[in-house]
């Protein structure tokens, strides 16, 4: 009687240890594809070709047990890989610093320091400084506000309390940028000094007198 009941034990467990196995096999290949995956996700068209890939390997998997028998182990991983594959979100563009600037025609991007406009709450920005235009963009490379550059009038870095502002003057329009911290006169400087330097001059005024005689 022991000797019949040994093999129909045995077939279980060995189908339980085969499953187990390739349970363990395939979670620790996902945690070794995760950052190769998260990278993937930076390019929209390696992330879409990454999708139909799963998709056609998880149906495949899912055909494939009527070949096989009754071992619908890889069935069900087919069915996991093919859900994930539609499931899986759409890539998002990743912009870093750079490709923004590129994409704005930047000169240069410094620290802005805290804006804080009529419409929404103060936000950690940047300033990206163009020949033409200064774009004022949150953490997320969302703009706030463009500043046209032929029209500013005043550019100027200054205390107020242990904080320290730059104001930003153009016609009918102000915006002031906040920095606190013991870096606060230094970062305010940079952003005063690199306005400056894409500032149009001036054009000097002639006296009339002067101009008259003439």
């Not at 805290?114 to 936000?123: E, F, N």
């Not at 104001?167 to 230094?186: K, L």
Request: hydrophobic share 50%.
């Amino acid at each position: 009687m022991s000797t019949n009941s040994g093999p129909a034990l045995t077939r279980p467990e060995s189908l339980g240890k085969k499953l187990r196995n390739a349970a363990v096999g395939i979670l620790f290949a996902l945690v070794l594809l995760i950052p190769r995956i998260l990278h993937l996700r930076r390019n929209p068209r390696s992330w879409r070709l990454f999708c139909i890939l799963l998709g056609t390997a998880g149906a495949a998997l899912v055909i494939l047990p009527l070949g096989l028998g009754n071992n619908y182990a890889y069935a069900l991983i087919g069915m996991v890989m093919f859900i994930a594959a539609i499931l899986l979100p759409p890539a998002k563009p990743v912009f870093n610093v750079d490709d923004k600037a590129r994409e704005l025609g930047a000169l240069v991007v410094v620290n802005g320091g805290q804006y804080q406009s009529r419409s929404s709450a103060a936000a950690s920005v940047q300033l990206f400084v163009g020949a033409e235009s200064i774009s004022v963009l949150d953490s997320r490379f969302q703009p706030l506000l463009v500043i046209p550059v032929a029209e500013i009038t005043l550019a100027r870095a200054e205390q107020s309390g242990e904080d320290w502002l730059v104001r930003v003057v153009w016609p009918d329009h102000t915006a002031e940028f906040s920095y606190t911290g013991i870096f606060a006169e230094h970062l305010a400087r940079v952003a005063e000094s690199t306005l400056r330097s894409v500032m149009r001059p001036s054009l000097p005024v002639i006296p009339q007198a002067r101009a008259a005689s003439a």
